[in-house]
């Protein structure tokens, strides 16, 4: 039996079978079917009464999981000053091309960028993965006024309605 967010009752009896589940480690989603509400309720209560924490259920077993890979923080992308001054056009690789693999002594390169003039700026969509050799930005004209091109702000800006009869 679910409660409504925030309906549950702790009265003292639910606390100490709660102890006592937690005593017995089982998991929080099974602590919560059965005392009738959610794993998140438990979850809360369970740190608001200090209860002792205990290893994740998923490392329980003794395996010993792969270290997980970490994102990058900061520029992936070297910087402006790095670039060859001599470099004035953007260079847009073929979408159906691949970008070739920078060579292993050399950091890769970002292509110079070329801003038109009269207030106009390339397109800033992101194609690609950031931090591999073939991420660019869309670099066509941007429509007045937005950050993109006419194309991408189609997917960019949609109306409201739009949203709602999408998700119906």
């Not at 929080?28 to 200090?50: M, P, Y």
């Not at 292509?111 to 993965?129: D, Y």
């Amino acid at each position: 039996m679910h409660h409504a967010l925030g309906d549950f009752d702790w009265t003292d009896a639910t606390i100490g079978r709660l102890r006592a589940l937690w005593a017995e480690g089982l998991s929080t989603a099974e602590i919560g079917r059965r005392l009738g509400t959610t794993k998140n309720a438990v979850v809360g209560k369970s740190h608001r009464l200090d209860l002792p924490a205990r290893p994740s259920p998923i490392r329980r077993d003794g395996i010993r999981q792969a270290p997980r890979t970490r994102r990058l923080r900061g520029p992936t992308l070297p910087s402006l000053q790095s670039l060859p001054s001599t470099a004035t056009t953007r260079e847009t690789p073929s979408q159906s091309t691949p970008a070739p693999a920078p060579l292993a002594s050399q950091p890769p390169v970002a292509a110079a960028i070329h801003i038109p003039p009269l207030g106009r700026h390339p397109c800033c969509w992101p194609i690609g993965e950031p931090g591999t050799a073939s991420f660019r930005f869309c670099g066509d004209p941007n429509e007045a006024g937005k950050p993109y091109c006419p194309d991408h702000c189609l997917v960019a800006y949609r109306k409201t309605r739009d949203r709602r009869e999408d998700a119906a």
